[in-house]
């Protein structure tokens, strides 16, 4: 069972693998590939594809209700094995049912 922001973000990294479209960026000499806006709750995901002198990427930036931005870098070559990570660690954490106590 997936939450809606890891099903939306599992959609996001299948429709980026399968269709990338090419347009212009400005910022070092990166290209954007692709592009995706999610609203989930009271925050904004940004799923951007792009792609510089070493390769595809994914950034993904959220940003706060109150402003508060943060960013993840995400080579385009490993995108397939962090969402399978990611479905796995779902799948754990569903099963753990709604009394979950956090280890640190």
Do not use: C, P
């Given at each position: 069972m997936y939450s809606c922001f890891e099903l939306t973000f599992l959609n996001c990294l299948?429709?980026?693998?399968?269709?990338?479209?090419?347009?212009?960026?400005?910022?070092?000499?990166?290209?954007?590939?692709?592009?995706?806006?999610?609203?989930?709750?009271?925050?904004?995901?940004?799923?951007?594809?792009?792609?510089?002198?070493?390769g595809r990427f994914i950034k993904v930036a959220e940003i706060g209700a109150?402003?508060?931005?943060?960013?993840?870098?995400?080579?385009?070559?490993?995108?397939?094995?962090?969402r399978d990570h990611l479905s796995t660690f779902s799948d754990y954490y569903a099963s753990l049912g709604k009394y979950c106590i956090s280890i640190r």
């Open positions: 299948s429709q980026f693998n399968q269709s990338i479209t090419s347009q212009t960026g400005a910022q070092q000499g990166e290209q954007e590939l692709a592009t995706k806006m999610l609203q989930i709750q009271s925050k904004r995901f940004y799923l951007d594809v792009k792609q510089n002198r070493r109150d402003g508060r931005r943060s960013q993840v870098y995400l080579a385009l070559s490993t995108a397939a094995e962090f």
